[in-house]
């Protein structure tokens, strides 16, 4: 990890604002978290389904993970 902060955005559709590097999925958010200091945290709970239209894990779920 380094000693730099970020300001991380998950969501799977929208825009992400001036001032937010954006993950769209779970494994991307994880990524960044681990190699970077997360300032802001901005999490979209329903990131969408996978191919056989099963629901992907929810920013809900990352905070159960890793926090």
Known sequence: M????INLYVDDLRDCPDGYIVARNIQEAIHYMEKFKVHILSLDHD???DYDGNLLPTGYDLVKIHL
């Open 2 to 5: 380094t000693n730099e902060t």
């Open 47 to 49: 990131l969408g389904e």
